[in-house]
Nanobody, 120 residues
Framework: QVQLVESGGGLVQAGDSLRLSCAAS????????MGWFRQAPGEDREFVAT???????YYTDSVLGRFTISRDNAKSRVYLQMNSLKPEDTAIYYC??????????????WGQGTQVTVSS
């Protein structure tokens, strides 16, 4: 069992940066693939980024070059550094854990989400 708690969301202006953090509790964090997803109002939840246990990373095209996912296994945390934020990045951001790295929503554990709002 893994519990995930996101933090770091907030209200920023277009062009600003934010760093989201996800704290994981439970065993074997280093063996999980960790992902970030987001859901905008009225939209389906979508994949943002993921990092495998051995630090392979994948991103959705819309954030490539602006967002960076990373992990600290010693602290059982995964991060999402978001630069050059745009109003269309506004969403609730969710952290998730999976046994196998994937860009689909087929993750085993999910956090409660943190709100990111980008004003124009």
């Amino acid at each position: 069992q893994v519990q995930l708690v996101e933090s770091g969301g907030g209200l920023v202006q277009a062009g600003d940066s934010l760093r989201l953090s996800c704290a994981a509790s439970g065993r074997a964090f280093s063996t999980y693939a960790m992902g970030w997803f987001r859901q905008a109002p009225g939209e389906d939840r979508e994949f943002v980024a993921t990092i495998s246990w051995d630090n392979m990373t994948y991103y959705t095209d819309s954030v490539l070059g602006r967002f960076t996912i990373s992990r600290d296994n010693a602290k059982s945390r995964v991060y999402l550094q978001m630069n050059s934020l745009k109003p269309e990045d506004t969403a609730i951001y969710y952290c998730a854990a999976a046994w196998v790295v994937t860009t689909t929503s087929n993750y085993d554990y999910w956090g409660q989400g943190t709100q990111v709002t980008v004003s124009s």
